[in-house]
């Protein structure tokens, strides 16, 4: 397999998908693309939850 993303002979129909992809995205409300992506920096989706309670604890000697 070769990515030819980057490729001059592409960029044509790299930019054609690019934007219809976006566009749909937009349409559907997909949350990669509302607020700037912001619901990916945050967990679940950015790392693991915090787990808050007794487990959570660290011991201190």
Do not use: W
Request: glycine residues 6%.
């Amino acid at each position: 397999m070769t990515n030819v993303a980057q490729d001059p002979r592409y960029q044509k129909i790299r930019i054609e998908l690019e934007d219809r992809l976006i566009k749909e995205l937009t349409a559907t409300g997909d949350p990669r693309v509302e607020l700037e992506g912001q619901f990916y920096e945050t967990p679940p989706m950015s790392g693991p939850l915090v787990q808050q309670g007794p487990q959570s604890k660290v011991k201190q000697r």
